[in-house]
């Protein structure tokens, strides 16, 4: 999954919005069934010359001629057909060859006297990752509906995750039950899904919770440089395993001015209940002593999660591999390694040795398993295996400790 899908799935993330691809149809599919199925809005077929049987993404289907003549009256096409439907909003990608016509799209945005709710993205991110194009398109979209305005104390944006993460959904609504046990309420869901109108409420924000940096990165500076809304990171990185929960509660208290102490006794009184469970378990919770893992996943989750496993369940690290970037977080895991004189093990193949327990995209994870080179596969991000995603599996919050700890302490 490159920056090019990163950006299509960003700008379906706004659920009453449209996205509109420049390109060939070939390119929209696989963008156009994972928005269907993880987008939480009402699913419809559409049909017509520009959806041709899928549910979203109407696109220009571009074709030989188009590369020659140029094919951007085809967007103009799909705006006047939008604009009679009364779209909230639209956002314009093209596609890898697409984007070497030269088409003038903004200029067919302007003539349907729609700027103020078209964003045009202007570039393909196919050679970025998946973070980097839908970071990107947040900051495109978020340019064109969020302004400056006096701030609301006691309200956030949660951010920093795609709704097409492990778990979404169940995980924002975790997050949101406490946030408000801390008396804050939040004002729009940046990536896992948000309408326009909370989108231009966002700047409303007294600070932007960021999940996972990466996802938000470039956005959270228009944020805090155009807007005036700081961005709150974890400390110990996303709220992966206990010991980080608490650091990402604390840091969103200290910067919003409120009292997280009740939420710290829920994360206490959780740990201590699972603490309980292994204890009375007649040893076999250390049946996972010294075993091995290995990550493939962003800097903001590999790095407390590796703390987790290593210093609490005294599993030792095969490989770390970071699919998406944050310097700090990077640093501070090689720092974490290095101490544990494990420090080759980052940038390491993830399939050069064998892991007791990985965590990875799913289809990696389960490949490796059906070949015997891992005891466990826990599937942490897309590409995943295609399944209905009902049960809560993120990795990050407290459901997520649970499910980490369900899956690696009960590894045989």
Same mark, same amino acid.
């Given at each position: 999954?490159?920056?090019?899908?990163?950006?299509?799935?960003?700008?379906?993330?706004?659920?009453?919005?449209?996205?509109? *691809?420049?390109?060939?149809? #070939?390119?929209?599919?696989? /963008?156009?069934?994972?928005?269907?199925? @993880?987008?939480?809005?009402?699913?419809?077929?559409?049909?017509?010359?520009?959806? =041709?049987?899928?549910?979203?993404?109407?696109?220009?289907?571009?074709?030989?001629?188009?590369?020659?003549?140029?094919?951007?009256?085809?967007?103009?096409?799909?705006?006047?057909?939008?604009?009679?439907? $009364?779209?909230?909003? /639209?956002?314009? *990608? %093209?596609?890898?060859?697409? $984007?070497?016509?030269?088409?003038?799209?903004?200029?067919?945005?302007?003539?349907?006297?729609? $700027?103020?709710?078209?964003?045009? *993205?202007?570039?393909?991110?196919?050679?970025? @990752?998946?973070?980097? #194009?839908?970071?990107?398109?947040? %900051?495109?979209?978020?340019?064109?509906?969020?302004?400056?305005?006096?701030?609301?104390?006691?309200?956030?944006?949660?951010?920093?995750?795609?709704? @097409?993460?492990?778990?979404?959904?169940?995980?924002?609504?975790?997050?949101?039950?406490?946030?408000?046990?801390?008396? *804050?309420?939040?004002?729009?869901?940046?990536?896992?899904?948000?309408?326009?109108?909370?989108?231009?409420?966002?700047?409303?924000?007294?600070?932007?919770?960021?999940?996972?940096?990466?996802?938000?990165?470039?956005?959270?500076?228009?944020?805090?440089?155009?807007?005036? +809304?700081?961005?709150?990171?974890?400390?110990?990185?996303?709220?992966?395993?206990?010991?980080?929960?608490?650091?990402? =509660?604390?840091? +969103?208290?200290?910067?919003?001015?409120?009292?997280?102490?009740?939420?710290?006794?829920?994360?206490?009184?959780?740990?201590?209940?699972?603490?309980?469970?292994?204890? $009375?378990?007649?040893?076999?919770?250390?049946?996972?002593?010294?075993?091995?893992?290995?990550?493939?996943?962003?800097?903001?989750?590999?790095?407390?999660?590796?703390?987790?496993?290593?210093?609490?369940?005294?599993?030792?690290?095969?490989?770390?591999?970071?699919?998406?970037?944050?310097?700090?977080?990077? @640093? /501070?895991?090689?720092?974490?390694?290095?101490?544990?004189?494990?420090? %080759? &093990?980052?940038?390491?193949?993830?399939?050069?040795?064998?892991?007791?327990?990985?965590?990875?995209?799913?289809?990696? /994870?389960?490949?490796?398993?059906?070949?015997? %080179?891992?005891?466990?596969?826990?599937?942490?991000?897309?590409?995943?295996?295609?399944?209905?995603?009902?049960?809560?599996?993120?990795?990050?919050?407290?459901?997520?400790?649970?499910?980490? &700890?369900?899956?690696?302490?009960?590894?045989?």
């Amino acid at each position: 999954m490159d920056g090019f899908y990163g950006s299509m799935l960003a700008a379906e993330s706004l659920i009453d919005g449209t996205t509109i *691809l420049h390109g060939p149809g #070939g390119c929209r599919v696989l /963008a156009s069934s994972m928005s269907s199925r @993880t987008v939480r809005r009402d699913f419809t077929t559409v049909e017509g010359e520009f959806f =041709f049987h899928r549910s979203r993404i109407p696109c220009t289907f571009v074709d030989r001629d188009d590369y020659i003549y140029g094919a951007s009256k085809k967007v103009a096409m799909i705006l006047k057909m939008l604009g009679s439907e $009364s779209v909230g909003f /639209a956002t314009v *990608l %093209e596609s890898p060859g697409a $984007s070497l016509i030269g088409d003038k799209l903004q200029d067919e945005v302007i003539e349907q006297g729609m $700027s103020d709710r078209v964003a045009v *993205l202007g570039k393909c991110y196919m050679s970025e @990752t998946f973070a980097y #194009g839908y970071d990107r398109t947040l %900051e495109a979209m978020a340019e064109k509906l969020a302004r400056r305005q006096e701030k609301r104390k006691g309200t956030v944006n949660l951010v920093g995750l795609s709704h @097409t993460a492990r778990g979404c959904h169940h995980l924002v609504r975790e997050m949101h039950g406490l946030l408000g046990i801390m008396g *804050l309420e939040v004002t729009a869901d940046i990536g896992p899904g948000c309408t326009v109108e909370q989108i231009r409420r966002s700047s409303s924000a007294s600070a932007n919770v960021c999940l996972c940096p990466e996802y938000f990165s470039s956005c959270g500076r228009f944020y805090e440089e155009e807007l005036g +809304v700081p961005l709150v990171r974890g400390p110990l990185g996303a709220p992966v395993g206990y010991d980080a929960l608490r650091a990402w =509660f604390g840091a +969103v208290a200290e910067c919003t001015d409120t009292d997280c102490s009740e939420v710290l006794e829920i994360i206490d009184e959780d740990e201590c209940d699972m603490n309980c469970i292994i204890e $009375s378990s007649l040893a076999m919770g250390e049946i996972m002593d010294f075993r091995t893992y290995s990550i493939l996943g962003e800097a903001s989750v590999a790095y407390p999660l590796a703390s987790w496993l290593s210093k609490k369940m005294r599993m030792v690290p095969n490989a770390v591999v970071l699919s998406e970037n944050d310097g700090s977080y990077e @640093t /501070a895991l090689r720092e974490f390694l290095g101490r544990m004189s494990s420090g %080759e &093990a980052l940038g390491k193949d993830i399939r050069d040795g064998y892991s007791d327990v990985v965590f990875g995209p799913g289809s990696m /994870a389960d490949m490796m398993a059906e070949k015997g %080179e891992c005891r466990t596969a826990v599937d942490i991000s897309i590409p995943s295996r295609e399944y209905l995603d009902i049960m809560p599996r993120s990795v990050i919050g407290l459901a997520g400790c649970r499910m980490v &700890a369900d899956r690696v302490l009960n590894t045989r």
